[in-house]
């Protein structure tokens, strides 16, 4: 790539076109599978770090990360737009933005959750079960959203946010990151070597 900076997240819309983040408000793309990247101005991050992006669709991306910073692109990350996430004081740091049936949700630190229509005129904060930080989530094959963070937390939603039940895990690591796989189990990973899988 065209930078230097730790890159921290990347997401592509199909085979071409794709996103990377990271440190210091970096941004790259690009249009031929990862053959060659090219930097994106990102003078509204202030050199803030961006810590993920996600792949919505139709030349869709959402970039995100630092203090509530929060991008978006219509035109396949050419240009984007910052956007007021929550409120205008809102700064906690965004770990992940999941599109599920229509509907967009973003987590992060301090037991964030907040979910946004297909339109995504602006978030609304969902009343959340744990305060510490939540570093993603995933959305099962019935359709449950499964949230996970730090010390071994793990939270399911069957009501599409409405209530959620803290799953038992034996860790307290943290998970920093998860799949839903094609046969359908859910793995997660995390901290130490850390692997949990759920079939169910």
Not at 4 to 25: P, S
Not at 68 to 87: A, E, P, V
Not at 139 to 161: E, Q, T
């Amino acid at each position: 790539t065209p930078v230097n900076r730790t890159l921290t997240g990347v997401a592509f819309n199909d085979d071409k076109l794709g996103i990377a983040v990271g440190h210091g408000g970096t941004l790259v793309r690009t249009e031929d599978g990862g053959n060659s990247w090219v930097a994106v101005p990102m003078d509204e991050a202030y050199g803030e770090s961006l810590l993920g992006v996600s792949a919505l669709g139709d030349g869709k991306f959402a970039a995100y990360g630092a203090f509530g910073m929060y991008f978006d692109t219509l035109d396949g990350g050419k240009s984007w737009t910052k956007r007021t996430i929550i409120s205008e004081d809102f700064e906690a740091h965004i770990s992940d933005v999941v599109l599920v049936n229509g509907v967009l949700w973003l987590v992060g630190e301090a037991g964030t959750i907040a979910r946004c229509d297909e339109l995504c005129a602006a978030y609304v904060p969902v009343t959340s079960p744990y305060t510490g930080s939540f570093f993603g989530m995933v959305a099962a094959k019935d359709g449950a959203l499964v949230l996970f963070g730090m010390r071994g937390s793990v939270y399911r939603s069957a009501d599409s946010g409405v209530t959620w039940q803290k799953v038992a895990v034996d860790t307290t690591a943290s998970f920093n990151g998860g799949r839903v796989l094609s046969d359908g189990r859910i793995m997660l990973v995390g901290n130490a070597g850390l692997v949990a899988t759920s079939n169910d």
